[in-house]
C-alpha cells in the first residue's frame, strides 16, 4: 500500500522480495537522484514504514510495489545494455556473471550517467566488476592512448585485476566491428620491467593500465605516462592507499596535477571508509573528484558479511599450535587462509626465525590433512610470491600462512576458513582480513572466521566486535593450555 498524503508517509506492507534491508537500501540507492535529505525509516514486524520528505515519494513508492509484485530485478545484461559493448556482455554471461550482486545494480546506474562514484561495501560484493564494466563502457579499443587507469595498492592485487579486465576482454572476436582492434590491458606493477613497460607505453598506449602507485609515479615524472586521454580512473582500497604516508603524496599529485576530474570520471572503492562524510567532504574540496559525487553505500549496517560465522578460542601463548592444529583436525576446512603478525624490525635484526616461518615448520612437521601449506609474506621476492598465489589457485586446496599482504582484496573463492592466528591491529584490518572468506555472492554457505587468543587480548577483541557490529562466539577446547 502506498499513499502520497500530505504528511508524505508511505508503508509498504509486503516487502517480499525486498527484504526489509534490500527495501532500505533500495530506498537508500535512490537517495542521490532524488535529492532526499532526511530519509527516515521505521520497520514493524512485516512491514515497513518510509517517511520521505518531498513529492517523489508516491513514484518511489509505486516502482518499489510494482518490483515486489512482478518480483523483477534486473539482470546485468538488462542494466549494461545500452552502455557496454555487446561483446564484454557476452563474455560475462559466458563466465557467468547473471546476476547484479547489490553494489552493481546500485552503483552501475549511477556510473553509466557519468557521476563521479564513491563504491564503499562490504569485501567480496563484487566492486572490481562494477568498476571494469564503467572502464568497458567508456573506452574506445580504436584509440591508442590510454584510457582508463586502475590504482591498487599491492603487486598480487593489481595481478588480480588485470586478469579480470583481461577476461572481458578475450571474446573480440565475436564482434567484427572489433576484428582489427582489442582492448588491451597493462599491469604496470612493483617488481615488474619498468624498461619494457616505457617501450610498449611509446610504442602502443594500452587502453587500461593497472598500476601500484609506485611504479606509477616513477613513469609520471619522466613524462613516459601522459594520463591525458584518461576517461575513467579508479583507486581501488582508497582508505588504504590514502592512509600510507609513503604513498599518499604521490596519489594527491595523481588526482589533481597530472590530470584534472573535470576531464574524467574518478571512482574510489573499498569496504571500509572510516569517517566517510569527511572523505567525501574532502573529495570535493581537493578536487579529487566533481562536486556531484556519488556515495554508493551498500549494507551500511552491516559492514562485513552475514555469511561469516566469528568465533574465538582464548589458551596460553605456547598452547597456541597445538590449538590451531586441533581447529584444523575438527573444521576439516576446504581451503584457509592463517594470519600471522608482521615480525617486527627488533625481532628480525636479533635473529629471530619469523612467527610465520616457525607455523610454517610446525604445520608442514605436525599437519596430516590433504591441504597444501603454502606461505605469502612480504619478505619473499616478488617471484616467490607469485609462485604462491599460483599454486594457491592451481591447487586442490591449501592452507595459506600469511601477513596482511594478502588481506586487501585478494579473491581466493575457495576459501572456507580464516584463522586470525595473532590478531589484527585495528579492527578495519579484521573485516578485511575475514573478508577473505565468503566471497560467493549467491551462496548461502557459512563461511568460518576463528581467532586464537591470549585471555588479555579479549576486551581487543570486543572493541571490534562493537565497531565493526558483529558477535564473536566463544569455543572450548580441550588444548587451551
Ligand atoms: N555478478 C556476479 N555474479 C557472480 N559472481 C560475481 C559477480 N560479481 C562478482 N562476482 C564474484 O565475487 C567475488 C568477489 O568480487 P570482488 O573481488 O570484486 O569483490 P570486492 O567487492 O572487490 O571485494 P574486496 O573489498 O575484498 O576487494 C569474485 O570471485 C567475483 O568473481
Keep these: 500500500m502506498a499513499s502520497n498524503s500530505a504528511s508524505q508517509i508511505l508503508a509498504i506492507t509486503k516487502t517480499a522480495p525486498y527484504s526489509k534491508p534490500r527495501a532500505s537500501r533500495f530506498l537508500q540507492s535512490r537517495k542521490p537522484y532524488l535529492n532526499l535529505c532526511c530519509l527516515s525509516q521505521k520497520f514493524s514486524n512485516d512491514n515497513a514504514l518510509f517517511c520521505l520528505p518531498n513529492s517523489k515519494s508516491f513514484l518511489l513508492a509505486k516502482e518499489l510495489e510494482e518490483r515486489n509484485s512482478n518480483n523483477h530485478s534486473p539482470t546485468l545484461r538488462e542494466i549494461c545494455q545500452d552502455h557496454v559493448p555487446g561483446n ?3 563474455r560475462l554471461e559466458e563466465v557467468g556473471y547473471l546476476v547484479p550482486t547489490d553494489v552493481q545494480r546500485e552503483a552501475l546506474p549511477v556510473l553509466f550517467s557519468g557521476n563521479d562514484c564513491i563504491l564503499h561495501a562490504q569485501t567480496g560484493s563484487g566492486k572490481t566488476l562494477t568498476y571494469l564494466l564503467l572502464i568497458y563502457s567508456q573506452i574506445n579499443p580504436k584509440k591508442s592512448a590510454v584510457q582508463a587507469l586502475i ?29 582489427q582492434k582489442s582492448y588491451t590491458v597493462m599491469a604496470l606493477l612493483d617488481g615488474g620491467m619498468l624498461r619494457r613497460h616505457k617501450s610498449w607505453l611509446k610504442a602502443e598506449p594500452p587502453a587500461i593500465v593497472v598500476a601500484t602507485i609506485g611504479s606509477l609515479s616513477q613513469l609520471l615524472e619522466k613524462q613516459i605516462f601522459k594520463p591525458d586521454s584518461l576517461r575513467v580512473l579508479v583507486v581501488d582500497e582508497v582508505d588504504f592507499l590514502f592512509k600510507s604516508s609513503k604513498q ?37 574540496q581537493q578536487k579529487w573528484t566533481k562536486g556531484d559525487v556519488v556515495h554508493v553505500h ?40 592463517i594470519f600471522v603478525g608482521e615480525q ?34 612480504e619478505d619473499m621476492n616478488f617471484n616467490s610470491r607469485a609462485a604462491s598465489l599460483t599454486d594457491v ?20 573463492p575457495e576459501t572456507t576458513h580464516i584463522y586470525n592466528f595473532d590478531l589484527p591491529k585495528t579492527a578495519i584490518d579484521y573485516l578485511h582480513r575475514a573478508g577473505r572468506t565468503g566471497r560467493k555472492p549467491f551462496s548461502d554457505k557459512k563461511y568460518y572466521v576463528t581467532n586464537i587468543i591470549l585471555s588479555e587480548e579479549r576486551f581487543v577483541l570486543q572493541r571490534f566486535e562493537n565497531e565493526l557490529m558483529f558477535h564473536c562466539e566463544e569455543l572450548i577446547m ?3 593450555g
Excluded: W
Excluded at 573499498?270 to 566517510?276: D, F, G, P, R
Excluded at 561469516?308 to 576446504?334: M, N, T
Excluded at 600469511?402 to 579473491?411: E, K, L, N
Design 88 to 90: 564484454v556482455l557476452r
Design 298 to 337: 551498500v549494507n551500511r549496517i552491516m559492514p562485513m558479511p552475514a555469511c561469516l560465522y566469528h568465533r574465538f578460542v582464548i589458551c596460553g601463548r605456547k598452547a597456541k599450535h597445538q590449538v590451531l592444529l586441533s581447529l584444523l583436525q575438527s573444521d576439516l576446512p576446504e581451503s584457509g587462509i
Design 151 to 179: 590504482v591498487v595498492p599491492t603487486r598480487e592485487l593489481g595481478m588480480q585485476i588485470t586478469k579480470v579486465a583481461r577476461m572481458l576482454a578475450a571474446a573480440r572476436h565475436m564482434d567484427p566491428e572489433l576484428e
Design 393 to 412: 589457485r592451481k591447487g586442490d586446496g591449501y592452507l595459506l600462512v600469511s601477513t596482511d599482504i594478502v588481506a586487501r582484496g585478494i579473491d581466493l
Design 344 to 377: 617486527s624490525e627488533k625481532s628480525k635484526k636479533s635473529g629471530q626465525a619469523s612467527s610465520t616461518t616457525v607455523l610454517i615448520d610446525f604445520l608442514r612437521a605436525s599437519y596430516e590433512g590433504p591441504l597444501d601449506i603454502l606461505l605469502l609474506e
Design 248 to 284: 599518499v603524496s604521490s596519489l594527491r599529485k595523481l588526482l589533481t596535477s597530472y590530470s584534472s576530474c573535470n576531464n574524467r570520471q574518478t571512482v574510489f572503492a573499498s569496504a571500509s571508509i572510516l569517517q566517510h562524510r569527511r572523505f567525501i567532504h574532502d573529495c570535493i
Design 478 to 480: 580441550e588444548t587451551q
